[in-house]
């Protein structure tokens, strides 16, 4: 089974834009972040199918380097926003402003008006300011004193979270996890990756300063809008779609969990194929290209029993044995 975002699987080059442009990302993000290949390539699976991303790893393995790095090669505008118990959803949306000299108030946009939106550490702020971003990742548009604002385009919200340290956080509830299209999780470097990082800055790399790391930007908005087009005409099989609501279907009677995947889930898992189909070099969906997404895309949409989690079972091994019960289609 291939997992574009546990395996480093190659993608299939292509002669024509904009999937040679995307493709272009691993080798000029690579000049900064070391090893995390998986993960570059789960972002840009968010971004043709205009969906968010929770990246879950202990500190210190390149988050917000891997956000900003994508960002630089992308040539979009990013922000970041560090989230703390005292954070207001006024300081991610913005707020009203009163100005003195014309007696009248005026918006001032908060950092959520930007392409890419590194929310680092959202289980750290409590739920009134998480919720903020729900009208942002579902509407794309923020409410303020009644009045609509259009967020610009791409938009994607990645989100980071420690899934070792709970002491002072909020988690995310269901709803706002099942708005985030993929959970990527971010391992720790392996030993010749470390080696390389440590190399790197030894002679004298500076992860605050990309330019000087030498990313170029590869691509950019109107990429992304005609590798949105191209993913939209990817051939959908009726069986490939019966097979993505069997196996949602399958998860929701599994004796390990109290939830499974939702009919939004479905739906995020039939995008993703495409998008991932899309980027392989094919115009239709395959079984495999299914059983790719499915971990990233589901796992943060089930919910296992206590009991079972007792016993150490994990949402991705619930999900890889539906995957291994679910009959495939020929």
């Given amino acids: 089974m291939m997992d ?34 998986p993960a570059v390539t789960g972002l840009v699976v968010a971004l043709l199918c205009r969906g968010h991303v929770l990246l879950e790893g202990v500190p210190g393995v390149a988050k917000t380097l891997l956000v900003r790095a994508l960002a630089s090669a ?15 959803p006024s300081d991610v949306t913005g707020s009203l402003v009163y100005d003195t000299r014309s007696a009248e108030f005026s918006f001032q946009p908060g950092p ?10 959202i289980n750290r702020t409590p739920p009134k300011t998480q919720s903020s971003l729900l009208e942002a990742m579902e509407e794309r548009q923020v409410t303020v004193d009644g009045t609509p604002r259009p967020l610009p385009e791409p938009f994607l919200v990645a989100a980071t979270q420690n899934p070792v340290e709970y002491e002072g956080t909020y988690p995310l509830p269901e709803a706002q996890l099942d708005r985030f299209l993929l959970k990527l999780t971010i391992p720790l470097p392996s030993r010749e990756n470390e080696i390389d990082v440590l190399n790197r800055h030894a002679s004298g790399f500076d992860p605050r300063d990309l330019r000087a790391a030498g990313i170029r930007p590869v691509a950019g ?15 959908v099989s009726p069986e490939i779609t019966a097979y993505v609501v069997d196996i949602c279907r399958a998860t929701r009677e599994s004796p390990s969990l109290t939830m499974g995947v939702s009919p939004r889930g479905a739906t995020a898992l039939l995008s993703t194929a495409r998008a991932w ?15 790719a997404l499915a971990l990233p895309t589901l796992r943060h949409r089930v919910q296992l029993r206590p009991e079972a989690e007792m ?7 619930v999900i890889n044995a539906v995957l291994a019960h679910v009959p495939v289609p020929r």
């Fill in 4 to 37: 574009p975002t546990t395996d480093n699987a190659g993608l299939t080059k292509a002669a024509g834009d904009p999937r040679a442009s995307l493709e272009t990302l691993r080798a000029e993000i690579a000049k900064a972040v070391v090893g995390q290949d």
């Fill in 74 to 88: 992308l040539e979009l505008d990013t922000k970041r926003v560090q989230f703390t118990p005292d954070l207001m």
């Fill in 112 to 121: 959520v008006f930007t392409n890419l939106l590194l929310a680092d550490e």
């Fill in 221 to 235: 908005p109107a990429d992304i809008e005609a590798a949105r087009a191209a993913v939209a005409g990817t051939t």
């Fill in 277 to 291: 189909a899309w980027l392989t070099g094919r115009d239709y969906v395959t079984p495999d290209d299914v059983k």
């Fill in 311 to 317: 016993e150490g079972v994990t949402a991705d091994s």
